[in-house]
């Protein structure tokens, strides 16, 4: 849900298991539970303008992402496992505190 305030990402997310896209674009959420790893079939996950300072260890399980949405956010850092993310061919992450 795009511009709803969510502060949190519901857990019965990571049951949507043929899920392609998510978006949770201009919320309040603070962090990616770690459900979210059992959507191996995601292709496109926005988390566009939210409060996101870590991704979840699990990101790598992600096989199939390939576009990942992290603008406007409160990175400081990547973490190396989003390496293994083989099929990821769009990585968005300006406007985070990344140094």
Do not use: V
């Not at 459900?35 to 990101?59: A, G, R, V």
């Amino acid at each position: 849900c795009n511009y709803c305030r969510f502060k949190n990402i519901p857990e019965c997310i990571g049951e949507m298991k043929n899920l392609l896209k998510l978006s949770f674009a201009d919320n309040d959420i603070g962090l990616i539970p770690d459900c979210i790893s059992n959507l191996s079939t995601l292709e496109y996950f926005s988390l566009y303008k939210n409060n996101i300072s870590d991704l979840f260890d699990n990101i790598s399980d992600l096989t199939a992402l390939e576009e990942l949405m992290l603008t406007k956010n409160k990175l400081k850092y990547i973490p190396d496992n989003i390496g293994n993310l083989k099929m990821l061919n769009t990585l968005h992450l300006s406007d985070n505190q990344l140094s």
